[in-house]
């Protein structure tokens, strides 16, 4: 579990005000000196990253971040950076290490309740209070929520975080997929180009998380390229029962499966996983309101040397500007670099997100929404402009 990509890992983000031991937590949840701590105020200056497994929660990513109280002009970009964690925010600990005032905590509550992030709250430094019981309930009064008493410096009440995290995490499993699409024994043919962004010797991220799933659910699995998709075919006795493409061959593939095979694409699953995939579609259709006028968005989730052929950067810009008008202008946004203010864009054309978690995916979603911005991926986007959207079967 160590090795899973931080976009499968359960993001659990720690908030505080400075020097209330949220860095001295990380470390007693890690059991390594992951944080640096010290008991000068404002240590922690930007997010800290640790991957590790929390039993039973599996594999998590944990986040400490800079004290929500900062002040002056620094203090203040330090605040902005821990507001935008919020945006990848799977679970909260909310950190305190003194009941008496609670207005900071009540107002990352409020908005950690508003954004339905699970939340546990936390009383730490546990050791120097002298009525433990009174100052529980002083919190549970002022947040209408118990706290969970540890002491990060001792390492007393770490396990019972644990078990809260668990708790409040519920049974979240994550949806197949492919669900609704194959079921075991199924066989599932993948077709699977490789180009010059896909690392040398490897598949890309949705490849691999695509195959350990159809394993997991005992399909039966072919894998080719474009080029064999023909041969392929002729090797199985029966059709597949669906086929997984990439996005960038939606169209030869179409002309070539058989009439009962079932077709998607590996963005399309990305899709359903990642996203609102209704919200998508619609953005998907939306690719026919452009004008020669528009300005166009392209968001990338991760951040690489753009090659020749890119997807998202030459590809998807001349299929559409081929089609609605060559003026159109598009803007790229890679990684966590996403534009605050998105309604000078007419349409945004996202990746999968496979290197996203999908909490980080919605947040971007709903932000477009919010600002009434039409948002899609490059799969259905490239579905749509081929005019198989409507053939394209969806999880």
Same mark, same amino acid.
């Given at each position: ?11 659990i ?25 010290s008991?000068?105020?404002?240590t922690?200056?930007?997010?800290v ?11 998590c990513?944990l ?36 009941p ?27 050791d ?10 002083k ?12 002491s990060a ?13 668990a ?87 179409y ?12 963005s399309?699953?990305?899709a359903?996983?990642k996203g ?40 998807i ?7 609605? @008008?060559?003026? #159109?202008?598009?803007?790229?946004? $890679?990684?966590k670099?996403?534009?605050?203010d +998105?309604? &000078?864009?007419? *349409? ?23 600002? @009434?911005?039409? #948002?899609?991926?490059?799969?259905? $986007? ?6 198989? +959207?409507? &053939?394209?079967? *969806?999880?």
């Amino acid at each position: 579990m160590n090795n899973s990509p931080q976009s499968l890992r359960r993001h659990i983000a720690i908030y505080g005000r400075r020097n209330v031991g949220k860095s001295s937590l990380l470390n007693a949840l890690t059991g390594q000196q992951v944080a640096i701590v010290s008991p000068e105020a404002g240590t922690t200056t930007d997010p800290v990253n640790r991957a590790m497994e929390i039993l039973p929660l599996g594999p998590c990513l944990l986040i400490d971040t800079a004290g929500f109280d900062d002040e002056g002009n620094v203090g203040n970009l330090r605040n902005e950076r821990t507001h935008k964690v919020l945006d990848q925010t799977d679970m909260a600990i909310l950190v305190m290490d003194q009941p008496e005032d609670s207005s900071y905590e009540k107002k990352w509550l409020d908005e950690l309740n508003r954004l339905e992030i699970p939340t546990v709250v936390v009383l730490n430094k546990a050791d120097a209070i002298d009525d433990i019981e009174v100052a529980i309930e002083k919190i549970n009064s002022a947040l209408g929520i118990k706290p969970i008493s540890v002491s990060a410096k001792c390492h007393e009440g770490i396990d019972t975080l644990r078990k809260a995290l668990a708790h409040a995490a519920g049974d979240d499993e994550k949806t197949s997929l492919t669900a609704g699409l194959a079921k075991p024994g199924d066989t599932v043919l993948l077709v699977m180009p490789q180009d010059p962004q896909a690392p040398k010797g490897r598949l890309i991220l949705p490849q691999v998380q695509t195959i350990r799933d159809l394993l997991d659910k005992g399909c039966i699995i072919t894998c080719c390229s474009v080029d064999t998709l023909e041969q392929s075919l002729n090797t199985m006795t029966e059709p597949p029962t669906l086929i997984i493409t990439d996005s960038q061959v939606f169209s030869q593939v179409y002309q070539k499966k058989p009439e009962s095979s079932l077709l998607t694409s590996f963005s399309v699953l990305m899709a359903a996983t990642k996203g609102n995939i209704e919200m998508l579609i619609e953005g998907a259709k939306a690719i026919d309101r452009l004008t020669p006028q528009s300005s166009v968005l392209i968001a990338e989730a991760c951040t690489h040397a753009p090659m020749s052929e890119d997807i998202g950067r030459e590809k998807i810009p001349r299929m559409i500007r081929k089609k609605y @008008g060559e003026s #159109i202008s598009f803007d790229i946004h $890679a990684g966590k670099d996403y534009p605050t203010d +998105l309604k &000078k864009y007419d *349409l945004i054309v996202h990746c999968g997100a496979c290197m996203f978690n999908r909490r980080l995916m919605l947040s971007r979603i709903v932000r477009a929404q919010e600002q @009434g911005v039409p #948002i899609t991926n490059y799969g259905l $986007a490239i579905a749509h402009l081929q005019g198989i +959207l409507d &053939k394209v079967s *969806l999880p």
